[in-house]
């Protein structure tokens, strides 16, 4: 396990990463969970968090992640979040989870990173997707939903094997 650094205070869930920071450790949560066999590693730099390895699809293999502890994040009074990344050209998704049981429905807002240059992106919440088992089923996250978020994280599940990296300045809620 890798212990990063995050500062989320239970009043602001905002994560702002990098060395400096305060806070609990991330983990990464791949596809091996199941039997598959992607690795992937997570390292904080000076200013932010450094996500990376390679997605296999031997044995039905096909995610990588790396995701917060769980902890209370009541996000029903905020209406949006920015995140500032850059990274491989790939399907990524910020993921928030309403449940500790890994069949039950998560939600998902996905990104496409630019490689070479940081890019800001922002979200409404309400256009998060509710996902149950990598699939879609139609649904949003809703204000009650937002109320019981108790853990986020990032994840690639585009299905294509090959390597990956994707860096994190911050993700914040407003």
């Known amino acids: 396990m890798i212990l990063l650094l995050l500062s989320v205070p239970s009043e602001n869930p905002s994560v702002d990463f990098g060395t400096t920071s305060g806070g609990s450790d991330w983990r990464i949560v791949n596809d091996d969970v199941m039997g598959g066999r992607s690795t992937s590693q997570a390292q904080l ?3 932010s ?4 390895g390679k ?10 992640s790396v995701r917060s502890p ?5 996000l029903s009074s905020y209406s949006k979040v920015t995140l500032r990344v850059k990274g491989t050209a790939r399907k990524f998704a910020l993921s928030l989870d309403t449940s500790r049981a890994w069949f039950r429905a998560n939600y998902k807002q996905e990104f496409e990173p630019h490689e070479d240059e940081w890019q800001e992106l922002t979200f409404n919440l309400n256009d998060f997707k509710q996902s149950r088992i990598g699939r879609y089923t139609g649904k949003n996250l809703s204000s009650k939903k937002q109320g019981e978020v108790i853990r986020m994280g990032i994840i690639l599940f585009d299905k294509k094997a090959g390597p990956f990296e994707l860096e994190i300045d911050y993700i914040k809620f407003w």
């Open 55 to 64: 997605v296999s699809l031997e044995n039905n293999g096909g995610f990588a």
């Open 70 to 74: 769980y902890q209370t994040m009541d």
């Open 45 to 47: 730099t000076d200013t």
């Open 49 to 52: 968090l450094y996500f990376f």
